[in-house]
């Protein structure tokens, strides 16, 4: 099992920057591909990007260049540094993290950190 805590959520004025984290539970962190999702009311959750236990990213085109996504295995600790943050920023922020299994995987959801990003 995986427990995931968000923390880091706030107001933010446009082209402001912001760290959201995640704290995991558990001793299998370090085997899992943590990701960052995002949601706004009425709409699906999308992703916004992911980390390897390795430390490789990828993101989505709409946040490239401006989000960074980095973790500490020692400390189960993930972290989503926003730069130069836009209204359409504005959404609930979801750390997830992915267990490989021997078939398949597990996915695990904390439960979400408010991002509002306004003048």
């Known amino acids: 099992q995986v427990q995931l805590v968000e923390s880091g959520g706030g107001l933010m004025q446009p082209g402001g920057s912001l760290t959201v984290t995640c704290k995991a539970s558990g001793s299998i962190f370090d085997i899992c591909t943590m990701g960052w999702y995002r949601q706004t009311p009425g709409k699906q959750r999308e992703l916004v990007g992911t980390?390897?236990?390795?430390?490789?990213?990828d993101y989505a085109e709409s946040v490239k260049g401006r989000f960074t996504i980095s973790r500490d295995n020692a400390k189960n600790m993930v972290y989503l540094q926003m730069n130069n943050l836009k209204p359409e920023d504005t959404a609930v922020y979801y750390c997830?993290?992915?267990?490989?299994?021997?078939?398949?995987?597990?996915?695990?959801w904390g439960q979400g950190t408010h991002v509002t990003v306004s003048s």
């Open positions: 997830s993290a992915r267990r490989p299994l021997i078939v398949g995987w597990n996915d695990y």
């Open positions: 980390i390897t236990p390795s430390g490789r990213t």
